[in-house]
């Protein structure tokens, strides 16, 4: 196993789009590191520069202490399952796991060993003399990644394999994900664009949009401390509600003016626009003027231990997070209150206010 | 079930369809009504032609024919040629009106000269356009009257007319001359409304009994008729006959058999010299073949005997309408006990899908199925005789059938070397498919493949005669040892841009994920090659093969354009395909070869057939890749 590293990654496309902007990343030996971001935010492609199945326009990739940069896919010694299995079809699943060994021309004693061995591990024993076109999806997803395992490569790197599966199997599945990380001590990139399958597998997490690296941290780091609003939108289930507005200061108070809401709030400077991140579950409601403004309720979502309640601001969405059923009514005035130790403030390109 | 859903409309397709059958009858019988009395207008024109004496000879002017003075105003007929004049005018009436006299004569017979009638003074007389009309067209039917130009004796100018009215016969055995297709209709009817009405289950066989039943009774009847037409021209004739042995004015006492056989034409019977035998029509099995004959006596011991083929015997043909029409019926009630069951969507998804398969079905037979069982009949008949395997054992004994054979099989070859070729083109093109390299190196392969065959025939021909292409200057056509190897050579160029097509839409078919994939597990150009590319494009591969194969094994379009076969004498370059046009004479209708021909080309079929076994499965085999 080693650690991956990239250095000032760029890759523009044929077409001229921008896929990746000087991206640097490092992933350390046996890590499980989750590339995370929306789509066409350019994670596959990272991991298609990392393969060497893509070539990067500027940048380095580093495998342990190898430049592979100048390497061919084929001599990089990392294993790869794609979103769709691209499992060989002519192939049984104990040939299409030995494919990896049998054209490195290790001996077939070997090959039949650790063939077994792998499907040992992946609980696909009595399947293994079927055609790819009899099994189920999961199963297919997990021969991909008995062909990834079986030789145990330097890195192993995953774009989203997940997706394609049920939400029952992907939960099941991403458990014996994580036992097999722990097991092997694999270095692993995961790329998805689940932000809680993130949350729930990812050591650390590394955070795209639009081609550039926003945040990499534990999964609590960049929840709690996201870096900036792109970040904070896209992490958490809901996302944050991110409301525009502008700092005020007078003889009535010093306070921050969004939508229909006004918060008090010490702020450095009380001059121009800015942006209040405010996480769901720090929304509460109560009467009309008893809190800090009053909302409209859009739409009601009772999901059995909590609700979500949409709500409309002045013109601004805000979203409420409360615990178990609401007494809440669809159309009805409602006032608001915010926990004013959990706000968040961005200046207005989005970066942190201190 | 509600049965009196569909039981009205039942009972009216059982009725349409009794009726329909009955009409088809009707047609038929009359047709066959008309068909005797256009016989009967012939035989009696010629008869009147032979018993009229020709006009005295240098008669005076005013001796031109006149219409009887009775009839009012009649045209003149003044465009009447002089050689209109070769009959005895006076002689013409009295045998004209003999004709009226004649016992057991079935028909009313009326003679025109010029536009006058002559037997029946009072009947109205044609017109001049009439006369006109009958010189050229031959014949007429009006009104239920058959009317035949009377020439002269040298049978080239009009000079008048002969018109048969059949008299009205009986149609059928039964009381009141009632044939079997009507009670056989009233029953069909019946069955239909037992069956509608009862409401029980559909009893399908009792109808479909009584429909072909029907169908039988009335082939019954137009058999009748049929038979009944050929009957009453031989009774007819026979009478005509009689008359003629003892008018005809130049011969004298004995008259000659050849003077009576030149009365009836050669198309609707003939007459020779007989034994005594009885005077009603009969049918006998002549020289293996089945004719209605009757004896006819002449003079004193003097019997000749005439013979015709019987209409009856094609009267089975009329089933092409009479089953139709009767089955109409059934067909009817199940169409309509399905549009019960059915939902109305799925209804009209069936009649809109009949809608579109109706024209491809109807061209399917009758250019497909048609031709074929045509040409299996012309190669189970040679000379027209019964079936016989005659034309097949002509074909194996034929040297240059075998000949043929193994020039097609060696010629078919080159498609394993083209199909290796393509392959390599197609993964050549594939890899550069994004360059322009790669798009200019699949325009050049494909070209010759959309361009004509004659086209590329030709311009081979031009090469191999310059010695082009270093070819040295001896013409590999024109060379026995060399013409079929340049025919391949041609057909390679040809073919490969299309089996190159084939196989990049196979490789296009093959994700990019697979070859990532091999990439990652560290398989190379090579094994990536062998081991993924090759495998899943090994069902291409087989189609490719066996398609060229089997159109090698039709080669046709080069070998006619540029060999002809040849060169001759030795057919160093003839193929199956061509060997069949040119036994058939090269496509002239009605060639004498035509039955040769087919038997060959079934023969070749069946070749062919042995090898689209495996393109079927491949085709499957390829949809499911």
Known sequence: MASVTVRRLSKVFDSGVQALHHLDLEVRDGELLVLLGPSGSGKTTVLRCIAGLEEPTSGDVVIGDRLVTQLSATERDVAMVFQTPALYPHLTVRENIAFPLEVRHVGPAQVARRVLDAATRLGLKDVLDRMPEQLSEGERQRVALGRAIVRGPQAFLLDEPLSRLDAKLRIELRGELLALHRALGATMIYVTHDQTEAMTIGQRIAILHEGRLRQVGTPEDVYQHPADVHVARFVGTPGMNVLHGRGRADEKGRVIEAGSLVIPVELSTYEGELQLGVRPESVGLCAVDQGVGNVDVLVVEPLGSETLVHLNAGGQPLVARLPGFADVRVGTRVGVKVDRRRLYLFDAAGAPLA | ?625
């Open chain 2, 1 to 625: 079930m509600n049965a009196k859903g569909w039981a009205v409309p039942a009972v009216a397709a059982a009725i349409v369809a009794a009726t329909a059958t009955l009409l088809v009858v009707n047609r038929a019988q009359y047709s066959y009504r008309r068909d005797f009395a256009m016989r009967m207008a012939r035989t009696t024109a010629a008869y009147i032609a032979a018993v009229t004496p020709p006009p005295p000879p240098p008669a005076p002017p005013r001796a031109r024919p006149r219409p009887p003075a009775r009839v009012s105003t009649p045209p003149p007929p003044t465009q009447l040629s002089p050689a209109a004049r070769s009959f005895h005018l006076p002689a013409l009436l009295t045998q004209a009106r003999a004709l009226k006299t004649l016992p057991g004569w079935t028909s009313e017979v009326e003679v025109y000269y010029g536009t006058a009638p002559l037997v029946d003074a009072t009947a109205p007389p044609l017109t001049p356009d009439d006369l006109q009309e009958l010189d050229s067209a031959g014949s007429r039917w009006r009104k239920g009257v058959a009317l035949v130009p009377l020439r002269d004796r040298d049978g080239r100018e009009i000079v008048g007319a002969v018109a048969v009215r059949p008299l009205a016969a009986p149609r059928g055995p039964l009381p009141g001359g009632l044939g079997f297709a009507f009670p056989a209709a009233l029953l069909a009817v019946g069955v239909a409304a037992v069956i509608a009405f009862r409401e029980r289950p559909l009893r399908r066989g009792g109808y479909i009994a009584a429909a072909l039943l029907l169908a039988a009774a009335a082939l019954v009847d137009v058999r009748t008729a049929a038979r009944d037409s050929t009957d009453r021209w031989l009774k007819d004739t026979r009478r005509l006959l009689v008359e003629a042995a003892s008018r005809i004015p130049s011969a004298g006492v004995r008259v000659n058999v050849s003077d009576l056989a030149a009365l009836v034409q050669s198309s609707e019977g003939v007459v020779v010299a007989g034994e005594p035998a009885e005077s009603a029509p009969r049918r006998l099995e002549i020289d293996g073949t089945r004719r209605a004959v009757v004896a006819v006596l002449i003079g004193a011991n003097r019997w000749v005997e005439l013979r015709s083929a019987p209409a009856e015997r094609a009267a089975p043909r009329w089933l092409v309408l009479l089953l139709p029409s009767a089955l109409l019926g059934p067909v009817g009630i199940l169409l309509l006990r399905w549009a019960e069951r059915t939902p109305v969507p799925r209804r009209r998804e069936t009649a809109i899908a009949w809608g579109f398969l109706t024209p491809a079905a109807v061209h399917l037979l009758i250019f497909t199925i048609g031709p074929t069982v045509f040409a299996g009949y012309l190669a189970l008949h040679a000379d027209q005789a019964a079936l016989t395997l005659a034309n097949f054992r002509t074909v194996l004994d034929d040297p240059v059938t075998w000949l043929s054979f193994r020039h097609t099989l060696a010629y078919a070859l080159y498609v394993p070397f083209s199909v290796a070729i393509a392959l390599i083109a197609a993964l050549l093109v594939h890899a550069h498919r994004a360059r322009w390299s790669g798009r200019l190196l699949g325009v050049a392969f494909l070209s010759p493949y959309v361009s004509s065959v004659v086209a590329i025939g030709l311009l081979w021909q031009l090469i191999y005669q310059t010695g082009s292409l270093g070819l040295g200057r001896s013409d590999w056509l024109s060379s026995p040892a060399t013409t079929l190897i340049a025919l391949m050579v041609i057909s390679l160029w040809a073919h490969v841009g299309g089996q190159m097509l084939v196989f990049l839409a196979g490789l296009q078919r093959i994700p990019q994920s697979y070859f990532d994939a091999a990439r990652l597990d560290g398989a190379g150009a090579w094994p990536r090659f062998w081991r993924i590319t090759l495998p899943l494009l090994r069902p291409f591969i087989w189609f490719v093969l066996v398609t060229g194969l089997i159109s090698a094994c039709q080669i046709f379009t080069l070998v006619s354009v540029l060999t002809q076969g040849g060169p001759l004498p030795a057919y160093s370059s003839e193929v199956l395909s061509h060997r069949i046009y040119q036994t058939a004479g090269n496509g002239t209708v009605g060639a004498a070869g035509a039955g040769v021909a087919a038997a060959l080309a079934f023969m070749v079929f069946a070749l062919v057939l042995i090898l689209r076994w495996p393109q079927v499965k491949l085709l499957a085999r390829v949809r499911h890749a």
